[in-house]
């Protein structure tokens, strides 16, 4: 029996003050699940609030994103959310953090998914993000103290990226600032480039263009293990 993947989806809906909706982007969620599901690994959500998390990047347009929408189980799981507290970390061989601008408001500050992302690491599972998605790998501890990005290649949604989106002042803090200050060798390219970084069982995609990839990678990490 495969061991399950946790994906981890924002429960925030708004852009700060501006009265923009977000949440979790659909393709950030669909393109990695449709590796992972495809290789026969079952996939849990949770959120910081559990039950149904905002969405956005609502675009059935692209086929993967209607492939997740349309299946019956999944679609029922991310709209049942798990709250945090009904996470049993042992479950799970990886953790996922999709990206979505509402990741950089609730996903940093909470001590229970950090602690179920250190639990899963420390027993020699993968800790994985996209895009926003590494705002929830900031305040990660490990047991000797250490910051889990401390020392490791990482990336995630750029300041030039934030900029781009004229987001730079709304956002709670710029995410790649935040991991340089807890160690972090931040790693980028261009704008909208796929980038995937894979460091000692980390995996870190830059933005929406990396999802399918952080999948990939994931999934060889676990053939690897």
Same mark, same amino acid.
């Given at each position: =029996? $495969? ?18 909706? /977000? ?15 495809? #290789? ?5 959500? /949770? ?14 347009? &692209?086929? %993967? ?7 019956? !189980?999944? *679609?029922?799981?991310? &709209?049942? +959310? ?21 990741? =950089? ?12 992302? +250190? ?8 800790? #994985? ?8 790998? %900031? ?9 889990? %990005? ?7 949604? /750029? ?18 600032? *935040?991991?340089? !200050?807890?160690? #972090?060798?931040?790693? $980028? +390219? ?13 995996? /870190? ?5 990396? #999802? ?14």
């Amino acid at each position: =029996m $495969k061991k399950k993947i946790l994906f981890v989806v924002t429960s925030h809906d708004k852009k700060g003050d501006t009265g923009e909706s /977000t949440g979790y982007y659909l393709g950030e969620v669909s393109h990695p699940w449709e590796v992972l599901h495809n #290789a026969g690994y079952e996939i849990d959500f /949770t959120s910081p609030k559990g039950g149904t998390p905002p969405v956005d990047g609502f675009d059935l347009k &692209d086929p %993967v994103n209607k492939e997740f929408w349309e299946n019956t !189980e999944y *679609k029922n799981k991310i &709209d049942h +959310s798990l709250q945090p507290s009904q996470v049993n970390p042992a479950n799970y061989t990886a953790i996922f953090y999709a990206g979505g601008h509402g990741a =950089m408001w609730d996903f940093a500050d909470n001590a229970e998914l950090a602690g179920i992302a +250190s639990k899963i690491y420390e027993n020699g599972g993968i800790v #994985a993000a996209v895009c926003h998605g590494p705002a929830g790998l %900031v305040n990660i501890k490990l047991n000797n103290g250490q910051y889990l %990005v401390d020392g490791k290649k990482i990336n995630a949604f /750029t300041n030039e990226e934030e900029a781009e989106v004229k987001l730079t002042n709304i956002v709670p803090f710029l995410l790649e600032n *935040k991991l340089k !200050e807890r160690g #972090a060798k931040f790693e $980028k +390219s261009g704008l909208w480039q796929n980038h995937v970084v894979s460091d000692q069982r980390v995996i /870190t995609g830059q933005n929406p263009q990396s #999802a399918k990839s952080v999948g990939e990678a994931i999934l060889k990490e676990l053939k690897n293990k």
